[in-house]
């Protein structure tokens, strides 16, 4: 069990529940529904993250490519849907220029933590 990875997803899936519920909640009365639509892409992204996270925690996989996978997924978390809450809550348009920085970065995790899978396959086929 990786308990880092256990740790970060599930704080980061509780926070996106929460971001989620603001969304729904305080959100949709203040902004235009484009805008929560942005917001809730965020929620929903980060929800993914945390959940690979947990699964990586409760795996067998590990070494540098499943800590690089972690640290990738937080990253992007922060970069990508924490770029679509601020966007949302103040406005400031040249956030969105930081967005697909966190998408590479959940791209460059997937690949790890298939190159991790891979890896650990061909060990143990040998």
């Known amino acids: 069990m990786d308990r880092r990875s256990l740790l970060f997803g599930a704080t980061s899936a509780a926070i996106a529940v929460a971001a989620g519920a603001f969304g729904a909640h305080a959100l949709r009365a203040r902004v ?4 929560l ?5 965020g929620a929903r992204y980060q929800m993914y993250h945390a959940l690979a996270l947990v699964a990586i925690g409760v795996g067998s996989l590990s070494g540098r490519l499943v800590a690089a996978t972690r640290w990738l997924f937080v990253a992007g978390t922060l970069l990508f849907s924490g770029s679509l809450y601020l966007l949302v ?4 348009r040249w956030l969105g220029a930081v967005t697909p920085l966190g998408g590479v970065c959940f791209l460059l995790g997937w690949g790890c933590l298939g190159w991790a899978a891979w890896r650990t396959q061909a060990k143990t086929s040998n």
């Open 89 to 92: 809550l103040t406005g400031d």
């Open 37 to 41: 639509t942005v917001f809730e892409t």
């Open 32 to 35: 235009a529904p484009e805008l």
